[in-house]
């Protein structure tokens, strides 16, 4: 028997290792160990710009504005979502529940949407947002690095953005990651 | 009912599978030629069953069945027929039904074609296709049923992926899974030469026309995937270096190297365990390539759902299979003995090299697919390896290659002749010269190193190719005898070899030639592009099938001359708004006007995204023609068993006449 027989199976199980690992990091839930998680550039940075009509019902008209500047002061928790999306539906409830808690006001963030999909939708089923901006065109997501909805940001008081959850949120990811920066900030 | 059944019969094929499987390997072991022969109608019948499976799943698709989950995800009331034929394989459950129905189809034509094999070397082949189809049948069974159904049914369905609403999609996954699985096939043969211990000239030409024609379906699969990303992504490229694009792609370097070794095992007795690794290797690519796009280990555009239960089974099933096979090969390898000595200087020389380089690129692309998991399994950062890298290592050793290729027919088997190789190949060397000076001009009218370079090699190549056949025709007594001598197979080589050429000038000229132009325009804003003039016309909107439309009218002039009007489409399906752009292009030979439609920015002003591509379409076309030759290849008389058997029988009763 020759060892150089050998070399092809040791080079198999080293790279099954390597993908067995990566496969089991992506189980654990910690965000940088999932291999679909991109760390946002984002984070620890100014918000970008953004100046957005609020939806308002019934209409307003003029619709009133909201802007960057209107975030300073206190954090804020900023969700991207659609009528259109269905994974935003699979979060919804969660963020019902957020609401009643009192506990934090969510900003919602109607992205490519159209304002009476939008008043449809949490008519069915709940309106968990303290205030809703409608981005029709998606450049607020365009500047935010918004690449799949639902996305939710928290800023602080102070308009830097802290952390990005991409995806829909969950109770084990809120208290992870917002609830210990939401409650610092206090 | 008919889901049910589809269901049922999936399950009896995995039955039908391990009976497969297992009962030809006992026979084998007990010299028991009635178990032995149960592989070929176990086969058979496993083949009917998920055949049938499969039909049970399209009409769920046809009848709009939305009580099935998958059905529900994939299929919408407004959705074309075709599509909803197609979307059968559209997502995860139903590609990998697809698979399955592949891997049957590939083994259903072995027990047809392979019926004169010697009744062993049969069952053990399709003993270890069923080995395979075990774990994909299970794979499909217990972590990815099409079948189950969803409770409350939903009034409409999600509707099929926009991108994947193309020909170009449509036909994409099947072609390459007819390349992936079709190498299974090969596996299966070198698995069963290392159980029997028998690798010889019989041997190599029983495996080469199911390695040459597993190797066509990858090539057409991979070129439609080109084509297809060029059209429908809308930025203008052909290959991305994706990882899933690379995931395909190393199985072809692999069965590219592969069928050359093949030719040296088989003419020459030469390279017998290097073969039956790289037949083991080329199949765990396949698997590895299923892997990386199933389990969502590596992040890329083919954004497929992702689920670590799957990954993990695949990894496992990869691990067992490849595993068992490598340790076989370790065991049973080192018996192989070759038949006489290799020398450098001769074509079985030059095919080694062929495949040193073959081999190197698929490692090089390997590596840069699992560097990032490298990286960030020993720190936290997230890398991507990209273009620069892969062009940077690629194509030093795709050069080399591309040079060995004009030696191909020159030089000959055992002792090559220095004198008749500098003599036959004085002519293709200065055509190749004067080519890299004068074709950029003529194709292009402008010149670049990369054009020159490519220019050279591929005449170099086509050249030599062509002049070998011309030989060959010369020494006959008239020109139609000439070329009636010509085997098939040659025929093959030959345009292959000329389609990889062509698809060399398409490469190198498109790399250094072509320009893209991002622009915000409004209506009757005109851009200069490469000598044309690119006006917007009007944006209007429209209706399709299943989606609205925004139209673009845009003109194209050259020289004071409209030479095309495209109509770049942005289209927002239904239901959900996914958008999907649909480039229009104004096809040429010699060069493709593309424009893309991109954001409404508002009063009127729309951007624009057009590219001036020369010669991209010979990469397409140099893809179908070594589809062609490989297809003349693997279709070579001469392979037809009855004829070989004989022909071997005639040449051992020479030999033992000699004796």
Known sequence: MRYRYFIPMIVLVGIVALLAYTLNRGWSTQPEDDPTYVPSPLIGKTVPAFDLAVLATPPAEPPARFTQADLKGRPAVINFFASWCVACRDEHPFLMQLAHGDQVSIIGIDYKDTPQAARRLLGEHGDPYHLILEDPEGAMGLNWGVYGIPETYLVDAHGIVRYKQVGPMTPAAWRKHFQPLLEAAR | M?????????????????????????????????????????????????????????????????????????????????????????????????WVLVLAGWTFAVSVFNRRLPSDMRALV??????????????????????????????????????LQDPGMASHPP??????????????????????????????????PWTTAAWVFLTLGITIGSWWSYHVLGWGGWW?????????????????ALIHSLAVTEKRGLLKSWTVLLSILAFSLCLFGTFLVRSGVLVSVHAFASDPSRGLFVLGFIGAVVGVSLALYAWRAPRFKADGELRLWSREGFLLFNNVFLAAACGAVLLGELYPLIVNAVSTSKISVGPPYFNTVFFPLFGPLFVL?????????????????????????????????????????????TAAAGGLLAVWIITTAV???WRWVRSRNSAVAGLKSISRATWGMTLAHIGMAVCLIGISFNSAFSIERDARMAPGAVEHLSGYDFSLGEVHAAEGPNYTALIATVYVVKDGERIATLHPQKRTFRPGGQEQTDAGVAKGALRDLYVSLGNDFGNGTWGLRMYVEPLVRFIWYGGLLMFIGGGLAATDPRYRLARAARRVRVAADAAAETA
């Open chain 2, 126 to 163: 399709l003993s270890v296709l069923g080995f395979v189809s075990i774990g994909f049948l299970a794979f499909v069974l217990l972590t990815s049923d099409p079948f189950t159904r969803l409770f409350p049914v939903p009034a409409d369905g999600s509707g099929l992926n926009p991108i």
């Open chain 2, 240 to 256: 991305f270096w994706d990882p899933v694009e690379n995931a395909s792609f190393m199985p072809w370097l692999a069965g590219t």
């Open chain 2, 405 to 449: 290729l004009g030696f191909a027919g020159v030089v000959a088997w055992k002792r090559a002749q220095l004198r008749t190789i500098v003599q036959r190949l004085r002519i293709p060397l200065l055509l190749a010269l004067v080519a890299a000076a004068v074709l950029p001009f003529a194709l292009v009218g402008k010149t670049a190193v």
């Open chain 2, 467 to 469: 002049a070998e056949l």
């Open chain 2, 175 to 208: 072609m390459l899974y007819m390349g992936y699985v079709g190498f299974s096939v090969a596996f299966a043969f070198a698995i069963a030469a290392l159980i029997t211990g028998r690798l010889d000239a019989a041997w190599a030409r029983w495996a080469r």
């Open chain 2, 2 to 98: 008919i889901v049910e059944l589809g269901h049922f019969a999936l399950m009896l094929a995995l039955g039908v599978a391990l009976v497969q499987a297992v009962a030809p390997l006992i026979g084998w072991f007990r010299h028991d030629a009635r178990l032995m022969a149960t592989a070929t109608s176990a086969a058979r019948a496993q083949f009917v069953a998920i055949v049938v499976s499969y039909l049970c799943l399209t009409w769920a698709f046809i009848s709009k069945d939305f009580s099935v989950a998958y059905v529900a995800q994939n299929n919408y009331s407004e959705m074309p027929f075709i599509y909803r034929l197609t979307a059968v394989w559209g997502a995860h459950e139903g590609s990998m039904l697809l």
